[in-house]
């Protein structure tokens, strides 16, 4: 159990069950990864989870483009109409 908490705190907080349980089985311990939750569960050691990403977009930021074709995309010769996205 001392084991468990040295490599949590030796890593800042950042290892969850997987990677102490990797982290143990690299120093040469034969133990089940079930078994390491429940220890780690039972000794509040739970690992930091990465921040949401911000997410800048609120409504519209650009003038939207005026719609001159209406969706009209029928010609009668070639280059008569040409379409495209507007920045």
């Given at each position: 159990?001392?084991?468990?908490?040295?490599?949590?705190?030796?890593?800042?907080?950042?290892?969850?069950?997987?990677?102490?349980?990797k982290?143990?089985?690299?120093?040469?311990?034969?133990?089940?990864?079930?078994?390491?939750?429940?220890?780690?569960?039972?000794?509040?050691?739970?690992?930091?989870?990465?921040?949401?990403?911000?997410?800048?977009?609120?409504?519209?930021?650009?003038?939207?483009?005026?719609n001159?074709?209406?969706?009209?995309?029928?010609?009668?010769?070639?280059?008569?109409?040409?379409?495209?996205?507007?920045?």
């Amino acid at each position: 159990m001392t084991k468990i908490q040295k490599i949590f705190d030796y890593n800042k907080g950042r290892y969850g069950v997987r990677r102490v349980h990797k982290e143990l089985v690299n120093r040469g311990y034969i133990v089940n990864h079930k078994r390491i939750q429940r220890l780690m569960h039972a000794m509040e050691l739970f690992s930091k989870r990465p921040k949401e990403k911000y997410h800048f977009y609120k409504g519209e930021v650009r003038k939207i483009a005026d719609n001159i074709i209406n969706r009209d995309f029928h010609i009668t010769a070639p280059l008569q109409k040409w379409k495209t996205d507007v920045l």
